[in-house]
């Protein structure tokens, strides 16, 4: 008898062991799933950035005139609302 109960508890640890297993490789599949994923966007993402930066200079290239007065335009405006604000306190 005490031999039957202690052959049904090996094979439900035997059983445990197995199922946290598979439990643990399932976890480290996901981790590396998330991990290319990450890998992906980071590299969609340096891509997107020097393609911005790309035409952001040739469209200084092609019309600098436009460039100088956006910049002043900006950088007055910019002025003006810190100037409002410090003056308001």
């Given at each position: 008898m005490s031999q039957s109960v202690l052959d049904r508890t090996a094979e439900h640890i035997g059983e445990s062991a197995h199922q946290?297993?598979?439990?643990?490789?399932?976890?480290?599949d996901t981790i590396k799933d998330g991990v290319g994923v990450v890998r992906?966007?980071?590299?969609?993402?340096?891509?997107?950035?020097?393609?911005f930066l790309v035409d952001t200079t040739q469209r200084i290239q092609r019309h600098p005139v436009l460039?100088?007065?956006?910049?002043?335009?900006?950088g007055f405006a910019a002025g003006a609302l810190i100037g409002w604000m410090i003056k308001r306190k």
């Open positions: 946290a297993s598979r439990a643990t490789s399932a976890v480290a992906r966007v980071a590299k969609q993402g340096g891509d997107v950035a020097e393609e460039t100088v007065a956006t910049t002043f335009a900006v």
